[in-house]
């Protein structure tokens, strides 16, 4: 399920138990566009979309330098952070290595 970012003080629902995959993307952004389709498509894991333009201090405090950059986290902790598009097949390569799955 992908839920947008609406407040910074909702961020902290990365502290849930589980998996949950951040994207930081722009609306300007080409390959954040052909990820958002990928990521709407995922029903294995928590996504959550953080606007970089709009929330410009929360990704400068997770040092967010390019956009889209995929954060993976598994119980509030960041697992691996990956910078760019990515496929289906990798985003669930990522999470299988993750998950132990």
């Known amino acids: ?8 003080e909702d961020y902290d629902l990365l502290t849930e ?3 949950t995959l ?13 990820l ?3 990521l709407e498509e995922i ?3 928590e996504i959550l979309k953080v606007d970089a333009d709009k929330f410009p201090d929360l990704a400068r405090k997770f040092g967010i330098m390019s956009v889209p950059t995929l954060c993976f986290y598994k119980d509030g902790v960041v697992m691996q952070k990956e910078i760019g598009y990515r496929t ?5 390569d990522i999470y299988k290595k993750i998950s132990g799955n």
């Open 88 to 92: 289906p097949e990798e985003i669930k």
């Open 43 to 45: 029903d294995y894991m």
């Open 36 to 38: 958002a389709s990928i």
């Open 22 to 34: 951040v994207d930081f993307y722009t609306e300007w952004c080409g390959p954040c566009k052909m």
């Open 1 to 8: 399920m992908v839920k947008h970012l609406e407040k910074e």
């Open 17 to 19: 138990k589980g998996i």
